[in-house]
């Protein structure tokens, strides 16, 4: 059944095979542009105009330091996960949002309340708040001992390099 | 013109529309706190943030402005053993090191053998020692692994020690434990360091 098709598929590759007359003179032509368009333009700077400009680059690189600025500003987005099947809300509030309950409301499904938030490095002082009176730390970070407030919190450390 | 600079700066603190949460004696004593610790150089966000968190947790005014006098002069004490080019990341790490037990001589330690930052060493630090490691053991564990191990390696280190307390071991003896037995394979890098685009648990 596929006999026709074979047949067209024949008839169109005999055509594409079928040698193409060309201008005699195309290949002197061609190779004209291409020497043309490869003759290098050499522009030799005088020695202290080179050395000015790499001594210019060397120093905005010194002073943007791009290095440093990747060292400090590799944010990591973290996700925090608290399970309260009997919760009717939970904000997450630390230090990364102003301890403003508003600013991070989690989302819950069938009692997992999760958010995703995105922190610079650095170490942040975060508790869970349910139903809008109940302070819990996180079950899975570390727990800030140095609590001066009477209620639990948590910790949690974006690094600089390699978190 | 630098006493209108500090002028300035100690009006902005205290026209920082987040103290407004706090009651006016406190938001002064809390922003005169603020103006002294940026006056020599201290970093003032982990200052207010530290008030905020009180505020919304209840807190009395006192008690507030009792946290943030003793977190400034905890982040002085760090910042005299990490040095003056140290971030405020890495100042807040610190205190909570040092607040955990560590000593100055251990974070200058840590400072000489690691290249910043060393926030994440320094709050794996104070995290072990939260997990009930002894701080001599904590700090020794640290500055052990410090001047190889990636901040995932040093978090690795912390989880693994975690979870062998969690299973019942002595925090001491899984903190030498691991460290000895080569849990982490620093040069190598390990599995979990990797994908920056999945969100990570804290």
Avoid: C
Avoid at chain 1, 73 to 93: G, K, N, W
Avoid at chain 2, 6 to 17: H, I, K
Avoid at chain 2, 133 to 149: C, E, F, R, Y
Avoid at chain 2, 187 to 195: E, K, T, V
């Amino acid at each position: 059944m596929f006999e026709p098709e074979d047949e067209t598929v024949e008839r169109l590759i005999q055509h594409l095979r079928r040698p193409v007359a060309m201008d005699a003179g195309l290949d002197a032509r061609v190779m004209r542009e291409i020497a043309q368009a490869s003759s290098p333009r050499r522009r030799v700077w005088p020695l202290p105009w080179s050395v000015a400009a790499a001594a210019a680059v060397l120093g905005a690189v010194l002073v943007a330091r791009p290095w440093a600025r990747n060292a400090t500003s590799r944010a990591d987005t973290l996700q925090f996960v608290l399970i309260a099947p009997q919760a009717a809300s939970v904000s997450l509030v630390g230090d990364f949002n102003d301890w403003d309950p508003a600013r991070s409301p989690m989302q819950t499904a069938h009692g997992i309340w999760a958010t995703a938030l995105r922190l610079a490095p650095g170490r942040y002082r975060y508790a869970f708040l349910v139903n809008g009176v109940e302070w819990r730390a996180d079950p899975g970070a570390p727990a800030a001992k140095d609590d001066e407030f009477g209620t639990p919190s948590s910790v949690v450390t974006v690094g600089g390099r390699g978190s | 013109m630098i006493i209108a600079a500090l002028l300035l700066v100690t009006q902005v603190v205290a026209q920082d529309p987040r103290l407004e949460r706090l009651d006016p004696d406190t938001r002064s004593a809390v922003a005169a706190v603020a103006d002294s610790a940026n006056g020599v150089g201290l970093p003032v966000e982990p200052i207010i943030q530290r008030a905020l968190e009180g505020a919304t947790k209840g807190a009395s005014g006192a008690r507030i402005v009792a946290a943030v006098r003793r977190l400034a002069v905890d982040l002085g004490t760090a910042r005299l053993a990490l040095g003056t080019s140290a971030s405020a990341p890495e100042l807040e790490a610190a205190v909570a090191a040092l607040r955990a037990g560590a000593t100055p001589q251990v974070l200058a330690h840590l400072r000489d053998v690691r290249r910043p930052p060393l926030t994440m060493a320094l709050s794996v630090l104070a995290d072990l020692v939260a997990s009930g490691v002894p701080a001599d053991s904590a700090g020794a564990a640290v500055l052990a692994l410090a001047p190889q191990a990636r901040d995932a390696d040093l978090v690795d280190f912390r989880r693994a020690v975690e979870r062998d307390i969690a299973l019942g071991a002595p925090p001491g003896a899984a903190t030498s434990v691991r460290l000895n037995a080569g849990a982490l394979d620093v040069s190598s890098g390990s599995p979990s360091s990797g994908n920056p685009a999945r969100p990570r648990r804290p």
